[in-house]
């Protein structure tokens, strides 16, 4: 008996040391998990055929950020396009074309660390590098507070939910969006203690309950990265007015797969912000 139970604890001691030591190895390699850049810049708008203006801009803390400015004839509305956590702004020449199809001028950076931005990836330099670009629009660009959309695609979604808790903005919108980094942690690494090891916070569903400007919600029911429920749960903590749409295909390409479904449905809340104005909210619903 003595025997067996020295075995069991020798066991039990071998799995705590083990689950220890992958918990220490996840909090360490954390960083190299969330950001994953690219530094090199293959494409660019012109190979669409689109006019573009190469950006450099310094943020507070003094980090050069590279980003491009795609103008649309006779544009209304800016997209300020915070992407996701992969390559660099030129891996979103497809949403950049379907965004100018749709008369929208847009505005696109590259976080610290990401393409030619200098610097390296962190929580607090992702917001700042946001906040930079949105100052570059309002002084550089001389646009005025309702003219400019946030658009943030995954962690974009967070860092431009962040955003729009700190400006005046038209809208917000979160494509592929989770609640937080913690929650996206536990729902892929249930046994692990996701909220003792975790280093980064991206709590997008504290900011979405603090912005005041109407909110978009798109999310794909097959997206296998940031699970379907989170999108649900961002919406439901999002004020009014509010918009969900639901699109199809993976987390990389629903906005492609779902075609029409997507561009009509951007469209059809592009012509509700025409119309609203916080003074009529409450007559005026999202169709």
């Known amino acids: 008996m003595k025997r067996i139970i020295k075995m069991i604890w020798s066991v039990l001691t071998v799995l705590v040391i083990a689950y220890l030591g992958l918990g220490i190895i996840l909090y360490f390699r954390q960083s190299s998990f969330l950001y994953v850049p690219t530094a090199e810049v293959l494409y660019d708008p012109e190979q669409l055929g689109l006019n ?50 749709l008369g929208l001028n847009c505005f696109i950076f590259d976080y610290r660390g990401y393409g030619n931005s200098g610097g390296k990836p962190t929580e607090e330099g992702t917001y700042r590098d946001a906040m930079a670009s949105y100052k570059w629009l309002r002084q550089e660009k001389k646009l005025p507070a309702e003219k400019i959309i946030l658009f943030g695609r995954s962690l974009g979604g967070s860092v431009a939910a962040y955003l729009a808790g700190k400006v005046e903005v038209k809208g917000l919108i979160i494509e592929g969006g989770f609640t937080s980094y913690v929650d996206i942690g536990q729902k892929f690494y249930p046994y692990m203690a996701v909220r003792l090891f975790a280093s980064y916070c991206y709590k997008t569903i504290d900011y979405v309950r603090i912005v005041n400007c109407p909110v978009l919600m798109i999310h794909s029911r097959e997206d296998e990265v940031v699970p379907f429920e989170f999108g649900l749960k961002l919406y439901e903590a999002a004020n009014e007015p509010k918009e969900f749409i639901e699109i199809f295909g993976s987390h990389n390409d629903g906005f492609l797969y779902s075609g029409e479904v997507y561009r009509q449905g ?14 009529n909210a409450e007559k005026k619903q999202i169709p």
């Open 266 to 279: 951007l469209a059809k809340w592009i012509q509700f912000l025409r119309e609203y104005s916080p003074e």
């Open 52 to 101: 573009f203006e190469n950006v450099q801009l310094r943020t507070e803390d003094d980090v050069k950020l590279a980003g491009w400015f795609i103008p649309a004839e006779n544009a209304e509305f800016t997209f300020l396009f915070c992407h996701g956590n992969g390559g660099n702004i030129s891996h979103r020449l497809d949403s950049i074309n379907i965004f100018n199809g």
